[in-house]
């Protein structure tokens, strides 16, 4: 059966979690002359820091329906801006710089500047035309997407840092041609599943080398007697998932080759490390021992048809790769079988 008769539309990518939602802070906002602004902003850095919204831009431009007992500008055509002061909530990192401005504000009288560090009051009462309630982004926005939109509320700063990859939950897109490739090796992974399927394996796993699309190893799912054919000398253990066996066969050549680098000097002396910037193809799902192993086994993706919403580890039950303890992370695809197919 071709793989067009059973996959779905394309490949998915499964990033370590979910695009976190727009949530929203309130601030107090300060409308501020033009001609004050760096006099403001100055004051705020150092008595006010936002070391936990380094995302959100410290002023914008007034809107002037929103502005309460203020103009957009004044009578001589001089521009107002508005300036992020600190949270309504006295969080630290969220311009609350001391304890005990968290301690001692009150909570009543005064108005806004009630809900004002104490220590800003004085700076910036000379300055300020007046306060308002405002909403920024609670989070960073992590795609270009998000950023797009959370700019409607507040502008906020999107930027990946030199050498850093995306967030993970940015997504990825697969080109036609690695889509083809995709294809062909989950078909693969398939036909092992299937063929030995009435002997009891639910799974199949193949390790492909991207640089050359070459098959370095393949396995079944061998957790009982009758998981494979006869011929091979293997006794059956619950350990023996697919990809497990998968891994034991990369390992096992990985042995003979450097048995044989020992007779020929000629051979390059570095030892590949297991799955290093491997693929893995899988029909189904991997649990979390496999998706772990797999860690260890620096694999550089994982690509799977079927997903499994008990025990799977990469996005059925939960998302392993999210872990940031890892000392290593793969990317991770899930192709969607096509709707009409009947497992």
Known sequence: MSCECWLGSGPVHVPSREKPPLLLEEVILASVLRENCSKVVKILRVLAPLTKYRYVKRIKPVVPQLVQGSQASNEDGMMMLEVVVCTIQRREGGGWLSQEDRRNTKGEGEGLWSKVPPSLKAELAPLVKALRVGHVPALAPEDPDQWEDWNQVW????????????????????????RRKMAAHLGLARDLAHRTHNKGCRNAAVIVNPETNEVVAHGVDETSSSSWGGGEDRTPHPLRHAAMVAVEKVAEGIRAWAAKRKRDSELPQDEPYLCTGSDCYLWREPCAMCAMALVHSRVRRIVFCVPDGERGALGGSFRLHALESLNHHYEVFRWPLDRRVVE
């Open 155 to 178: 502008p906020v700063s999107y930027k990946i840092p030199p050498g850093k990859v995306a967030k993970k939950s940015a997504t990825i897109e697969v080109g036609e041609d690695e």
